[in-house]
């Protein structure tokens, strides 16, 4: 297991690390355990995992004074194509912006769960991302998951009639099992 810490000062020393690691296996899953983990780290873990297929992540940084610098945008914008994540696991959703940011860094995202959407009302959330996956016209995304502490039927109708109404989509599955919501 790489440990992947995000600091200025020992930043090129942990690059090494990963890469002698690297020549000796590959890694499928990446598991950030630090709460408000920096995009820009984000971006680098990213691209020195080339093979990572699973995402798990705390939850993001969306710090104002935190603006990616040229290096991480070029990196951003050379993995978009090889980039290989498929499954997103964020267990503390603070933002609606973080759903944007995850999409962007992996572009081939099929299932993203949020295990918390800290006070932020279940519609608005779905709303929002149903919207950005349809203005990008994303094929990709097959399955969302939101963990919500009571989902009952009155919550899978309200999402249902949203969905509907606005015609945000045309096919589509929801249902609950424990505390999860699931939109196929």
């Known amino acids: 297991m790489v440990a992947y810490r995000y600091n200025?000062?020992?930043?090129?020393?942990?690059?090494?690390?990963?890469?002698?690691?690297?020549?000796?296996a590959l890694f499928y899953h990446l598991d950030i355990k630090n709460k408000e983990f920096d995009i820009g780290a984000l971006i680098k873990a990213i691209?020195?995992?080339p093979e990572l297929d699973t995402?798990?992540?705390?939850?993001?940084?969306?710090?104002?004074?935190?603006?990616?610098?040229f290096e991480e945008f070029n990196i951003l914008y050379s993995t978009n194509d090889t980039c290989k994540i498929t499954k997103?696991?964020?267990?503390?959703m603070n933002d609606i912006e973080e759903f944007y940011i995850l999409l962007t860094v992996c572009p081939y995202m099929k299932y993203f769960k949020v295990d918390n959407i800290n006070h932020m009302d279940i519609e608005s959330v779905l709303r929002f991302i149903i919207q950005?996956?349809?203005?990008?016209?994303?094929?990709?995304?097959?399955?969302?998951?939101?963990?919500i502490v009571t989902p009952d039927n009155e919550i899978i109708e309200k999402l249902n009639r949203m969905i509907h109404i606005?015609?945000?989509?045309?096919?589509?599955?929801?249902?609950?099992?424990?505390?999860?919501?699931?939109?196929e």
């Open 166 to 183: 606005e015609k945000l989509l045309l096919t589509y599955k929801i249902k609950h099992l424990a505390e999860n919501i699931y939109l």
């Open 8 to 24: 200025s000062d020992s930043d090129k020393l942990i690059r090494i690390d990963v890469k002698f690691a690297l020549t000796i």
């Open 55 to 69: 995402l798990k992540i705390h939850s993001l940084s969306l710090n104002q004074t935190n603006v990616l610098n």
């Open 88 to 92: 997103v696991y964020f267990e503390k």
């Open 47 to 49: 691209h020195l995992l």
């Open 132 to 147: 950005k996956i349809n203005y990008d016209c994303n094929n990709y995304i097959q399955l969302l998951c939101f963990r």
